[in-house]
């Protein structure tokens, strides 16, 4: 009955199917962040689970600060990727595919989608333990070369991720405005970020409290939320919450030099040659971003490009006229750029 309830609720001609999955790999978070998650499924009009057809795969991620109830939120004249691909596969537009929405939700807003001491293996949580239970619940094609991620944002780098340290798991990928060339992009939020933790003198922990207590949330608090989860991802001291390194000095704001390089481990842009050697195993590396995007990964996606094409990656990189934000619309292109190349 939930499911059809969901499905009537957003218009659909296929099912929005919701479940709650148990991980083992989130259990050891430092934040108290649920291991109990819900995990969306979209199925396409037709789909029929007692039938012979067996569809493609196509796994999708957030972005910082969001989760699957956002995701999933619709409103007059306002879309969610759900109701665009459901109407893009009932027209006969974009091929009939398996959707799976997941939450990757945490305290600090995200987990960058990476195994870390501070959020728990969150990658092995997406890439084994989601996988298996969906080839396991449905009519899915039960092979790499039928699975795909895709992700905007923090999303978008989490995707690149993912694809290239489980290769065996997913053979395509789709980055929208993702993270990326952090030697451009990350910087220009250090100074902001450096003033929200000010404010709390320094404590991260006061600082995290002070914002889910506070009424309203400025742009500098966004950015040092963001600076939080990324430390928390990619610069954990320990598994104890907030025992984590930023790229400056608290006080002062000076970068880190040796705190950054770790940070450096995780961009796509400074890929290593097993990292590269894994993507280049991809039938697609998908890459799509605004030109006048806010934070700069119209920049970050155009360099990314041209190192994976160097390495050998089948690179397809797009631009389009707009920003980082409302940018919903762009997943149906990635979709559909991701199905062209997955077995049918």
Known sequence: MSFRIWSDLLGLRGTLELHRLRSAALATNAFGDPCDRIVGVYLPPGYDPTGSQRYDTIYCLHGHGSNLAKVLSAAPWERNL???????MERGTLRRAILVLVDGATRLGGSQYVDSLQNGSVAQYIAMEIVDEIDRRYRSIRRSSARAIVGKSSGGIGAIHLAAHFPERFSAVASIAGDGYF???MPSLFPSAQRAFERS?????????AIESAPVRGAEDFSALFILACAAAYSPRSAR???LDVPFDLQTGEIDDAVFARWLAYDPTEYDAPRLSALARSSLCYLDAGRSDEFGLDIAA?????????SGV????????????NTTGRYIGAFSALLEVLDR
């Open 82 to 88: 759900v109701q665009m691909a459901d109407d893009a």
């Open 183 to 185: 030697r451009l992009t």
């Open 201 to 209: 003198g320094g404590d991260l922990a006061a600082f995290v409290g």
């Open 241 to 243: 919450a907030f025992d």
């Open 302 to 310: 155009r360099t990314l490009a041209g190192r994976l094409r160097e």
């Open 314 to 325: 089948p690179v397809r990189s797009e631009e389009f006229v707009g920003g980082h934000r």
